[in-house]
Nanobody, 120 residues
Framework: HVQLVESGGGSVQAGGSLRLSCAAS??????MGWFRQAPGKEREGVAT???????TYADSVKVRFTISKDSAKSTLLLQMTNLKPEDTATYFC?????????????????RGQGTQVTVS
């Protein structure tokens, strides 16, 4: 049973930073990622990280967001800086049972319940 639990969301002013965490016990060695969904919009893949630590990012968040894994805490992280109002969305942690990331993040097999990020 895969359980992904996000935390760290909140409200922040434009230009601010937040760090999202995803407790991912037992799955951190596989392909993992974050996607987001804003009200009235389609889900959007944000970032992925594979078993070798290779990362990918959506163009809209490159340079500003950093995805990483804290193996000691079995946690997936998303450091978000220079946040913009258009980053407002519910952010979901996702995992795919493969070493490398082939599928779109929004299609990963497992996902958490999401955490809300609001930028004003």
């Amino acid at each position: 049973h895969v359980q992904l639990v996000e935390s760290g969301g909140g409200s922040v002013q434009a230009g601010g930073s937040l760090r999202l965490s995803c407790a991912a016990s037992g799955y951190l060695q596989y392909c993992m990622g974050w996607f987001r969904q804003a009200p009235g919009k389609e889900r959007e893949g944000v970032a992925t990280i594979d078993s070798d630590g290779r990362t990918t990012y959506a163009d809209s968040v490159k340079v500003r967001f950093t995805i990483s894994k804290d193996s000691a805490k079995s946690t997936l992280l998303l450091q978000m800086t220079n946040l913009k109002p258009e980053d407002t969305a519910t952010y979901f942690c996702a995992a795919e049972p493969s070493l490398y990331c082939y599928a779109r993040t929004i299609d990963f097999s497992y996902r958490g319940q999401g955490t809300q990020v609001t930028v004003s």
